[in-house]
């Protein structure tokens, strides 16, 4: 069986050529992936590839690969920059059989004959000195797809359709020059418009650090995905595409894969022979990982041990400490840190700014200068209820919890869910400064060596029991 070893050019830390945020990178993988989903479609074939995600792959390393691997034929994919604007393809300029001029001209004219329908220039067979091309022992050739940063060429390159047809043309191409032999039951060759794909998208995100850590999840799951940015009503989002079918059943099939992987948010894209691709559904983006402590989840501290903290500075604090836990809980707020928040806000339960103790308004809430004393609530119970939930309307775009009554008199002025971390109230809650955040989460660590001393301390005096009563 022919061994054929495509070669997406750059990965990883080489991004090849950079126009704006597209990078050749991506273009030249997600060509090859189509290229290799072809050959193997239709002809027998063995098909490796230097690399099938988005990885560091040095030229040595990919010439070192085909050529341990006996392979037959080297096939190299690029995207060009710099000027300039059309189709190329090169072999080595040194010593080399015939049959790599032949190969040539078969591939290079399938893939001319289809870019004609795209008007794009032919800029002709060349030879070059490539690393890759003078390094592998099998016959090889490069290929120069379109320009990146040629406005024209660009918005090619950003057409599915045309990908799909420069990468069908490519694999016949290959399978003419390498006489590959069809499978007994071939699926009809596609006409040069094809019908209708089915991409399954697991993920879409707006921040692309966020879809790599989507297509690294699906690596370790060793599922093949790309990366590629488009843009919706003027954002740009980045999909993770995980697969593209021809039949919707398969499609399915991936996508159910997926949501037992527990990528709950993974879709169909539908495109058609002549229409533009478009989701299933409204694209529904997949919500951007929360990074940093947040203000939603669990409390870990006793309220033994927070009541113990503020009196260490302050021993006639009020004793707040379990209506945070409850409350909080109720919320899925963390009470503990919500504590330290009122630590800090109060200093310490003092009230030496503008809020007065009788005011019960732990948090400030409304206090927006020295003449403006804030809110005030009926009971400390009320005020702690007040602190929660403005932090739940901070927190989360969540209805209250079933029953619970709105006490928070500036509960619908925030952005709802527009800080879902300590650390993000920054600039958010009132007068903060740039470290607001990080000054709770201090005060909250100090609560929690507190808690680990008393735990150590507890721990010793059981062993001083547990000796005493051996003696």
Not at 50 to 63: N, W
Not at 218 to 236: E, F, H, R, W
Not at 423 to 433: E, F, I, R, T
Request: avoid cysteine; glycine fraction near 8%; charge should be positive.
């Amino acid at each position: 069986m022919v061994t054929v070893v495509l070669d997406p050019g750059h990965g990883g830390s080489d991004s090849g050529a950079v126009y704006k945020q597209y990078r050749e990178k991506d273009f030249n993988l997600k060509v090859a992936l189509m290229v290799r989903e072809f050959l193997l479609e239709s002809y027998v074939v063995k098909v490796l590839m230097t690399r099938a995600k988005d990885e560091t792959v040095s030229l040595k390393e990919r010439t070192d690969f085909a050529n341990k691997k006996n392979a037959d034929y080297f096939f190299s994919i690029h995207h060009n920059a710099a000027g300039g604007s059309g189709f190329e393809s090169f072999i080595y300029n040194g010593n080399i059989n015939n049959s790599t001029k032949v190969i040539q001209g078969i591939i290079h004219k399938e893939i001319v004959f289809t870019m004609d329908k795209y008007n794009v220039f032919n800029r002709g067979q060349k030879r070059a000195n490539f690393y890759v091309l003078r390094n592998t022992r099998m016959n090889a050739m490069l290929i120069e797809v379109l320009f990146i940063d040629n406005e024209k060429d660009l918005k090619l390159m950003l057409n599915d359709k045309f990908l799909r047809d420069v990468a069908m043309a490519t694999a016949t191409g290959i399978a003419k020059a390498l006489n590959l032999p069809r499978k007994e039951k071939p699926k009809p060759k596609p006409e040069p418009v094809p019908g209708t794909i089915y991409k399954v998208i697991a993920g879409s995100f707006k921040e692309e650090e966020n879809a790599k850590d989507r297509a690294e999840m699906l690596a370790s799951k060793k599922i093949d995905s790309y990366i590629y940015p488009v843009k919706i009503n003027g954002t740009t989002f980045y999909r993770v595409q995980a697969g593209a079918y021809s039949e919707r059943k398969n499609a399915e099939e991936q996508v159910e894969m997926l949501v037992k992987l527990g990528i709950s948010g993974a879709f169909i894209v539908i495109e058609g022979p002549s229409e533009p691709e478009k989701p299933e559904k409204p694209e529904e983006p997949t919500p951007e990982p929360i990074k940093g402590f947040t203000i939603q989840g669990e409390s870990v501290l006793t309220a033994d041990t927070m009541n113990q903290f503020v009196r260490n500075v302050n021993p006639k604090a009020p004793a707040l400490a379990q209506l945070y836990l409850n409350i909080g809980k109720l919320y899925g707020i963390r009470g503990d840190t919500a504590f330290a928040q009122a630590i800090h806000e109060t200093n310490y339960f003092k009230f030496t700014g503008t809020v007065k103790p009788e005011q019960n308004n732990y948090a400030g809430i409304g206090t927006t200068g020295p003449s403006v004393p804030g809110a005030s609530f009926k009971t400390p119970r009320e005020g702690v209820l007040a602190h929660i939930q403005h932090l739940y309307a901070y927190a989360t775009k969540a209805k209250l919890p079933d029953g619970q009554v709105l006490v928070d008199p500036r509960f619908n002025l925030v952005a709802r869910g527009s800080a879902p971390t300590w650390v993000m109230l920054n600039g958010k809650w009132a007068v903060p400064g740039t470290t607001y955040g990080q000054m709770i989460l201090s005060i909250y660590e100090k609560m929690i060596n507190l808690e680990v001393e008393n735990v150590n301390k507890l721990l010793d005096d059981l062993e001083k029991t547990k000796q005493q009563l051996d003696e």
